[in-house]
């Protein structure tokens, strides 16, 4: 075993350059977690393990608490008192909230020091001694299965490997079966790596226990405000912390992606520290230890086979999966779903069967399994199913448009059964495809690449038509640790016509304050501007699921548009009494209920919204206001059409994005703006993940790109100029025939860059490469297949 390097090496648990110190990145305004100081309140600062594996022989702590202003160390042993020292994660499974007697993964937290000021507490954290016996490091999934490996959850009694689950989905026998049939066939094994959200606020709460009124009020950096404080209520209520007494605020929260739905060691930690010092305490990341010990994503080690036949037409899909959770399944995927919803992975495509299986697997890493930006794993299923599709065109040489045209579900499929049981509201993936084609002049840019490889340059064409499944979900299949997936809004009719609306969503900058307020708006015809939407306090905001998957415009925004309607039918009943008019002879304008025929007997909702309060029928209860838990029917399905045009640099390896379109398509928008502005967002993510992000161990478990310098985010400067265009193919279903969009971009972009960069080196002999496709990859491709400069 190797020794670990230590925490400067590594570049992210020195405490000497605090938070405050770093250079920050521009924020909008807003309240967000560390702008909170209240009277009193005391500073949490984590120690934690520079080993990946490690028996705890000994805590030290006396160095640390003569330190004037340090308050407490505190300790798994500490925690263990009141049984506080594992926590459930949303997966069922368990994780430590500070250890006991081993760490798992390189910067777990070991120990928390309280201080009266910040940076005492980090002095204080500097100032614990703690004694390791190192372990064997497992950092591998595939060795973590072999028989010998040593088994790493010795906490769970009677557990002798690190297999955590295996989940598989379709017809196994059908798809064997078409596989004997197949004319043709390609096989591949596909990486996609860790990443992480890294978004641009880090985690951090502040927790203030109220001893007189025994309430809990957490500030904390979460996308999923209800569920967290039902699972504190679990968690802590045999310490007294009842639901009802807990409020969980999310304030403004400066990106989420996935990364904020999990429940973090330090959230608990400064709860517990509130409630045993009765004094508000705050913990807030710094951004190495944000990067380095928070929830990590992808990690899926795919082995993919597709078949078909000679004249171009896909018949099966089989893939095979080895998902590496880290050394807990702190995944946040429904119940029911264990790999997500990866069986999506047939995507846009008329496959007549199919099979699945992935096991989930232990190693000595921080958990793994997050959404990132994206319906939980169905990044990875695009990733699988386009470039499964790519390489057979290429196999068999018909040109990739076409062959994605040939086998694309028809318009007339619809409601489509996928061979992996999903039923697909809507779609027209051929639309979307021709019109990313016209758009890019894509016949003449085969005509230059064939030019172009003539004069032995390298250019490549790829395309991702991908399928999304967004807006988790029917109650029937979908919940989190029981908690049915439903989401809800909660609209208020002031009397004099000014609303405020709730939803139990909550936003991290994609504007549901904006879109919320016109779904309301155009439903009621009062203006945004008179419309306050709020979501993120528990105390307030009606019970939802919270935001991430897109799921908010599929579930809540339908709830706000459920419960709009609910008060419309209200208001036309006041109207018809105020009018001396029978309901059935009113109509609606945007804005007032008029007497057919006679539009200047008229009432404005604001006018309405009044005699709700002073001048109701009798027998009518007063006000006008009402709640939707809203059920969704289906999941939605957007999709989308990307193509991308890489120029290769022989010298370098370098790929450079010479050209980006993306045709999305997300059924009705509420507002063009901010979709628009999702996805630039989500392709500048895509295109980070397919060109530069990579987490990466060594064989001790030490992290390798643990901070920004070697964690490679696209800036300005790498992000090519995206062209944007979209079809408009509503669903079903929704009551505003809308569909998510949050994540297409991020989803669909990676596959449709790999694609171009092995189209263009396809004619070298490469098949494949993993993502993410960085220049000494390329170039080592490029020097082994002969190709020098
Ligand atoms: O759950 P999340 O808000 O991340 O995702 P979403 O439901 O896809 O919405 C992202 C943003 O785009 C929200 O502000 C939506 O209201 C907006 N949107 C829209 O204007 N039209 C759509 N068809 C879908 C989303």
Redesign the pocket.
Known sequence: MTTPRTPAEIGGMGHSVKRKEDPRFLRGQGTYVDDIVLPDMLYLDIVRSPYAHAAITNIDTSKALAIPGVVAVITGKDLAAYNLHWMPTLMSDTQMVLPVDKVMYQAQEVAAVLATEQYIAADGADAVEIDYDPLPVVVDPKKALLPDAPVLRTDKPGKKDNHIWHWEWGDRAATEQAFRDAEVTVKQDIYIPRIHVSSIETCGCVARFDKVKGKLTVWMTTQAPHAIRTVFALVAGHVGLAEHKIQIISPDIGGGFGGKVPVYPGYVIAVAASVLTGKPVKWIEERMENIQADSFARDYHMTAELAGKKDGRMTALRIKTIADHGYTDAAANPSKFPAGLFHICTGSYDLKAAHVEVDGVYTNKPPGGIAYRCSFRVTEAVHAIERMTDLMAHEIGMDSAEFRMKNFIKPEQFPYKSALGWEYDSGDYAAALRKAMDNLGYEELRQEQAEKRKRGELMGIGISSFTEI??AGPSKHFDILGLKMFDSAEIRIHPTGKAIARFG?K??G???E???A??VAEELGIPVDDIAVEEGDTDTAPYGLG????????TA?AAGAIAARKIKDKAKKIAAYLLEAHEDDLEWEPGKFFVKGSPDRAKTIQEISLAAYTNHPQGMEAGLEAVSYYDPPNLTY?FGSYICVVDIDKGTGEVKVRRFMAVDD???????M??EG?IHGGLTMGLGPALYEEIQYDDSGNILQGSFMNYLLPTAVETPNWETDKTCTPSPHHP?G???????ATVGAPAAIVNAVVDALWHLGVRHIDIPITPPKVWKLLRDNGVTE
């Open positions: 967004v807006g969503t936003s991290q994609q504007g549901h904006t879109t919320y016109q779904i935001t991430y998957a897109s799921r908010s415009t599929p925004g957007p997300c059924g009705n928008i509420i507002n063009p901010i979709v999702q505003l809308a569909k998510g969009v949050g994540e297409s």
